[in-house]
C-alpha cells in the first residue's frame, strides 16, 4: 500500500508544517498514479474541505487533455451538476456531456447556458465527449456501448458496493475518492446477514474494493482548508483516528468578530465563546422531551436571530476585510426533517430567511461560516443507532469554516452510560467510534 501523506514531510526550512506543500505533494502523487500507473484502481480518503471536488475537477482535466476520455460517475443529480460546472468553469472549450434521466426537471438550467455542454438520456448521444458526467444510478442502466478507458467516482464512500458491481463493466481503471469518515452508503433493506464479508452489498464501494483488492495504491489528502485550526485536531481524532489531516490555517488566521455587544443572554454568551474559541454549547435543563423539542428549537432560532442582529464579520485568508455574516453564510443541521421544519417555522416566526435548515444527510459536502446544530440524542430517552450514528455528527461538525454552536439537553452523558450499544459486534467489520471525552 503507499500513501501521499507522511508527517515528517513538507515542511517549512524552520522546521514548521507546510499546508499547501503537503496538499501539493499528495495532490502530485494521487495523479502521478492515475495517469501513469499500472494498477485498475486507486483511492483517495479525504477530510471534510480538503479539495475533494477540487482533486476530482483536476484529475478529470488532465485525463481528458491527455487524450483519454473518462466517465464520471456521481451520487446525486446536485453533485453532478456541480461538478460539471466546476469543469466548464475551469476549461469553457471542454467537450462535457450531462447524461440525465427522463424526469422533467432531470438537471440544473444553468448547464444550458454552457455551449460546451451536451445533454442527453442516452449515453450513446454522448459518445466521443472527453468527459461524461452521471448519477451511479443512470449509469446503472447504461448498456452496449463501448467501456471507458477511465473512470473517476466521486463520494465513493457513500456508494454501495452494489452500485458499483452496476457499472464495474463500464470502465476499465478508475480513481475513487470519497471522504470515510462521513455517513455510510444508505439503504432501505436489513443487511445483517452479509454484514463482516467481503462481498457485503450494503458496504461503501471503497470497503468491498479493497477487501478483494488490497493492493491499490491508497492516498489521503493531509489537509482541511475548511475546518479552522480549532476544529480540525478534535475532528480529525474524533472520525478520522486511522486518517488523520491537519488544519490548513493556524490560530488567529480567521477571526469572527461582532459589531454589537452581547446583552448577556444565553444565546449572546454562546455566540461570544463560539467566536473566541470556534466551538460553543447552548445547554438545556435535562428533560425528556418530544424529537420536535419546542424549547431545543426556539433556542436554536433564537441564537441564529441574534448572529445576524449583532452584525457579524468575518476575517480569513480568503479576506482581509471583514465580509458581513449573511443568513446565507449561516446553517441549521438537525438529524430528522420534521426537527428541520420546526427550525424553520421558528426561524420565519422571528422573521429569519435564506438561512439553511436540512438534515446531515443533505448538508453533506457544504460549507459555511457559522453552524448551529441540534444535538442528534437531545432531550432522548434513548440512545439508538440512528442517533449514536458517527458519520451523522461527523457531517454536523464539519460544515463550519469559523465557529459551531451546539444545542442540547444537559445528560448526554448519563444518557449514554444508561443505554449502552446493544448492536451485535460483527467479525471484519471496521468499527467507527467517536474519541470524544467526557467532560
Not at 464495474?168 to 478508475?174: H, I, N, P, S, T
Not at 420536535?292 to 448572529?307: F, G, I, K, M, Y
Not at 444535538?375 to 455528527?393: I, N, V, Y
Request: hydrophobic share 40%.
Amino acid at each position: 500500500m503507499t500513501t501521499a501523506f507522511d508527517s515528517g514531510a513538507a515542511r517549512e526550512p524552520g522546521g514548521g508544517f507546510d499546508p499547501g506543500a503537503a496538499a501539493t505533494r499528495a495532490t502530485d502523487a494521487i495523479l502521478r498514479d492515475t495517469l501513469h500507473g499500472t494498477h485498475r484502481g486507486v483511492v483517495v480518503d479525504s477530510p471534510p474541505g480538503a479539495g475533494k471536488s477540487t482533486l476530482v475537477v483536476r484529475a478529470a482535466l488532465e485525463l481528458a487533455s491527455a487524450g483519454r476520455p473518462l466517465m464520471v460517475i456521481a451520487q446525486t443529480n446536485a453533485q453532478v451538476d456541480d461538478l460539471v460546472l466546476r469543469l466548464a468553469e475551469k476549461d469553457s472549450e471542454l467537450p462535457v456531456g450531462r447524461l440525465h434521466s427522463s424526469d422533467p426537471d432531470p438537471y440544473d438550467k444553468a448547464l444550458d447556458d454552457l455551449a460546451n455542454v451536451r445533454k442527453s438520456t442516452k449515453a450513446g448521444d454522448l459518445a466521443g465527449l472527453d468527459v461524461v458526467v452521471s448519477t451511479a444510478a443512470k449509469w446503472a442502466h447504461v448498456k452496449d456501448v463501448e467501456p471507458w478507458r477511465h473512470a473517476i467516482v466521486d463520494e465513493a464512500y457513500q456508494m454501495r458496493s452494489d452500485a458499483l458491481l452496476a457499472v464495474a463493466g463500464l470502465f476499465e481503471r478508475a480513481l475513487f475518492v470519497g471522504d470515510p469518515g462521513q455517513l455510510d452508503p444508505f439503504a432501505i433493506v436489513g443487511s445483517e446477514q452479509w454484514a463482516g464479508l467481503s462481498y457485503d452489498p450494503s458496504a461503501s464501494a471503497v470497503t468491498t474494493l479493497l477487501a478483494h483488492n488490497p493492493e491499490l495504491p491508497q492516498h489521503r489528502l493531509p489537509v482541511s482548508w475548511r475546518l479552522p485550526a480549532s476544529a480540525a485536531p478534535l475532528v480529525s481524532a474524533a472520525f478520522y483516528p486511522y486518517t488523520p489531516f491537519r488544519s490548513g490555517t493556524d490560530h488567529g488566521d480567521r477571526r469572527l468578530a461582532f459589531g454589537v455587544a452581547s446583552d448577556g443572554s444565553g444565546p449572546d454568551r454562546v455566540i461570544d465563546e463560539a467566536a473566541e474559541s470556534g466551538w460553543g454549547l447552548l445547554e438545556l435543563p435535562a428533560r425528556h422531551t418530544p424529537r420536535t423539542d419546542p424549547e431545543a428549537v426556539r433556542a436554536v432560532a433564537q441564537v441564529v436571530r441574534r448572529l445576524l442582529d449583532r452584525g457579524g464579520a468575518a476575517v480569513s485568508e480568503r479576506s482581509a476585510r471583514p465580509v458581513p455574516l449573511t443568513p446565507d453564510r449561516i446553517a441549521v443541521g438537525t438529524a430528522h426533517r420534521d426537527q428541520a421544519a420546526a427550525v424553520r417555522t421558528a426561524l420565519a416566526d422571528l422573521g429569519v430567511a435564506d438561512v439553511t435548515v436540512d438534515t446531515a444527510n443533505r448538508l453533506q459536502g457544504r460549507e459555511f461560516d457559522v453552524t448551529v446544530i441540534l444535538h442528534p440524542l437531545s432531550g432522548r430517552p434513548d440512545a439508538t443507532a440512528f442517533h449514536l450514528e458517527t458519520g451523522r455528527l461527523c457531517v454536523l461538525a464539519s460544515r463550519h469554516r469559523h465557529a459551531c454552536i451546539v444545542v442540547c439537553r444537559a445528560g448526554l452523558p448519563e444518557l449514554l452510560d444508561d443505554h449502552p450499544s446493544t448492536e451485535p459486534v460483527q467479525l471484519g467489520v471496521t468499527v467507527k467510534f467517536l474519541m470524544a471525552g467526557r467532560r
